[in-house]
């Protein structure tokens, strides 16, 4: 899985599963910049034949509803979607 | 189907057909942009808030407006990317949240639906369509080629008797 990484401060290992096209998924990334998260991310609708179904079986792990945007904190806790308070309170 | 080009034109349709737009013009132009780049990539206006298969017959559910946008307004206020909203949250009486994606729920649903036997309803003379974008009805032969109330496009349509 190819993903591309955003310095931070180091707040565990995050991982953004996020669309290109997607305004919730814009928001996130804007709201990860604003409280200094270092993340990596990937563009789901930008891969595809091998790399989508690894990507895909890899999201559906975490979130069978395979919605975007889905952040993934140290392999155990799951945020999916836009939640914006939940997002603060885990990072701040 | 909605005119995506231009953000007045498609606001206009929409508030034609009942249906009111996200206030945040910024937001709205940006998921605009993103449906035709969509429409640019898979040659179908796949949500852009969502995963397109490239395969229009597996994302006809998907193509803006989606199948599920009726009952996310009815639920959420407001349909999975915001682009749609309603009234309520337009007047502020509900507030504006992520909502979660139903579409999953929805596909394992609909394959286990059974269908209805006609033979219980008496013979019908023609076959009933249902416009899964906005729940028009006809009995026609074929379904028509644009829905007359949401002009969804006739691959929308589903026999349901």
């Given at each position: 899985?190819?993903?591309?990484?955003?310095?931070?401060?180091?707040?565990?290992?995050?991982?953004?599963?996020?669309?290109?096209?997607?305004?919730?998924?814009?928001?996130?990334?804007?709201?990860?910049?604003?409280?200094?998260?270092?993340?990596?991310?990937?563009?789901?609708d930008l891969t595809s034949g091998e790399e989508r179904d690894e990507v895909v079986k890899e999201l559906t792990k975490w979130n069978p509803q395979l919605s975007f945007p889905t952040i993934v904190i140290n392999n155990t806790k799951v945020i999916?979607?836009?939640?914006?308070d939940e997002i603060r309170e885990t990072f701040s | 189907m909605g005119n995506f080009d231009f953000y007045e034109d498609f606001k206009k349709d929409a508030e034609k057909n009942g249906y009111f737009l996200n206030e945040d013009i910024e937001f709205v132009k940006a998921l605009l942009e993103s449906i035709k780049v969509n429409i640019d990539r898979y040659g179908y206006a796949n949500c852009p808030c969502r995963l397109a298969s490239g395969d229009k017959k597996k994302d006809l559910d998907?193509?803006?407006?989606?199948n599920?946008?009726?009952?996310?307004?009815?639920?959420?206020?407001?349909?999975?990317?915001?682009?749609?909203?309603?009234?309520?949250?337009?007047n502020g009486k509900i507030k504006l949240n992520s909502i979660p994606d139903r579409r999953m729920e929805e596909l394992a649903k609909n394959k286990k639906e059974v269908p209805i036997n006609?033979?219980?309803?008496?013979?019908?003379?023609?076959?009933?369509?249902?416009?899964?974008?906005?729940?028009?009805?006809?009995?026609?032969?074929?379904?028509?080629?644009?829905?007359?109330i949401c002009k969804a496009d006739s691959d929308r349509f589903e026999q349901i008797l």
């Open positions: 899985m190819n993903l591309d990484h955003v310095n931070g401060s180091d707040k565990g290992n995050v991982v953004l599963f996020a669309l290109s096209t997607c305004q919730w998924c814009r928001k996130t990334r804007a709201l990860l910049d604003e409280l200094d998260v270092a993340y990596d991310f990937t563009y789901v999916t979607g836009f939640k914006e | 998907m193509i803006c407006p989606c599920y946008r009726d009952m996310d307004l009815s639920d959420y206020g407001a349909c999975f990317c915001a682009l749609y909203v309603s009234e309520d949250v337009l006609s033979n219980e309803l008496g013979k019908l003379k023609v076959p009933i369509w249902n416009c899964k974008v906005c729940g028009y009805l006809c009995g026609k032969e074929k379904p028509p080629l644009k829905c007359p």
